[in-house]
């Protein structure tokens, strides 16, 4: 079965602090690989997209790399502050299918 | 989320009516997808479209749910009879266009909470 964990459920920071998410999945052969952030009560704001092709997306202070061999991507913030608090969603493409799997999010609190 | 407009944002249902839920992507989108998304979960596919084709309904929980794209634009979610176990958000997403890399865009979406 095709599936996509995201450890660890819940992470608390002070602000400043670099950070990792982890994002991990079942198939290693996938299409490509979407991390969003979602606000509370908001719809996914895409931030990065990996395709199967690439090693790793930068968008600012954010880092997404892709090993599919060991079926893992993470998400990389660098110098996080309070607006990035937020739930962080990796979702899947596996290959041959149109679908996107969602893990279950990692509900990120930087604190001021 | 830009290019996708979903109404109504809040629902309340008795247990027992039906609702609909409604997608309203921006021109030129084939594929659209529905998602159902649980208090602090991840979203959970429920279906898919291509144009007017309902390509994969294997997500749709029960015979209850039910989509449709007559026109292969805008796209309702009905939902027959509703259960508590119903209440969650359901989120439509359409693909970007242009480049065409599959990138993954939503909507706000519908909050549905059955009483």
């Known amino acids: 079965k095709q599936e996509v964990t995201q450890i660890p459920a819940a992470l608390s920071v002070p602000e400043g602090e670099n950070l990792v998410l982890n994002c991990s999945f079942t198939d290693s052969a996938i299409y490509n690989l979407q991390w969003f952030r979602q606000d509370p009560g908001k719809g996914l704001t895409s931030l990065l997209l990996i395709q199967s092709s690439q090693r790793e997306q930068t968008s600012g202070r954010l880092n997404a790399s892709l090993d599919k061999s060991s079926g893992r991507s993470t998400l990389y913030i660098a110098a996080s502050q309070p607006g990035d608090s937020a739930t962080y969603l990796c979702?899947?493409?596996?290959?041959?299918?149109?679908?996107?799997?969602f893990g279950t999010g990692t509900r990120l609190k930087v604190l001021a | 989320g830009a290019g996708v407009s979903q109404s109504p944002r809040y629902k309340v249902a008795k247990r027992g009516q039906d609702v609909a839920l409604r997608c309203d992507p921006i021109s030129g989108h084939v594929s659209l997808f529905w998602y159902q998304q649980a208090l602090g979960q991840g979203p959970e596919f429920l279906t898919y479209?291509?144009?007017?084709?309902?390509?994969?309904k294997s997500g749709l929980p029960s015979d209850r749910f039910f989509a449709e794209r007559p026109e292969g634009s805008v796209s309702t979610l009905k939902i027959q009879r509703t259960q508590q176990e119903d209440s969650a958000v359901y989120l439509c997403?359409?693909?970007?266009?242009?480049?065409?890399?599959?990138?993954?865009?939503f909507g706000e979406g519908s909050r549905l909470t059955v009483l």
């Open positions: 479209f291509q144009n007017e084709a309902q390509l994969d």
């Open positions: 997403a359409i693909p970007q266009l242009s480049p065409g890399t599959g990138e993954l865009f």
């Open positions: 979702a899947v493409r596996f290959s041959g299918t149109y679908k996107y799997i």
